[in-house]
């Protein structure tokens, strides 16, 4: 019940706002409840707290954001972030951005 998460999670977050653990599952809370802003936004925190072990996740729940929202650029830019960690994640963001490419040509 993301939702029902939102309130202790940012309860949480002020507690201790550079926990990345919070600050990722309260950014994917919010994306999941279509507060896509505040998704955004907490997500971009969890990326900026480093190289930890949700920083690959965010980035891919980043890109997922910016195309929902048709923010085409910046979706390519984490996309390709998260290939170029070569994690767990990057065969999913390889696929996305493939698929996502074909049908939406670079701006440049």
């Known amino acids: 019940d993301y939702v029902s998460a939102i309130p202790g999670l940012e ?3 002020k507690l201790d706002p550079n926990a990345p653990n919070i600050s990722f599952f309260l950014g994917a809370c919010y994306l999941l409840t279509d507060r896509n802003t505040d998704g955004i936004n907490t997500l971009q925190h969890t990326v900026a707290l480093g190289d930890t072990v949700f920083f690959e996740e965010a980035h891919l729940l980043l890109a997922k954001a910016h195309l929902h ?11 390709k972030a998260v290939i170029g960690l ?5 065969p ?3 696929v996305i951005l493939d698929k996502f490419s074909e049908e939406v040509p670079s701006a440049k």
């Open 86 to 90: 070569g994690g767990d994640f990057a």
């Open 69 to 79: 929202r048709g923010e085409f650029e910046k979706a390519r830019t984490e996309l």
């Open 11 to 13: 309860d949480a977050a």
């Open 92 to 94: 999913e963001a390889q």
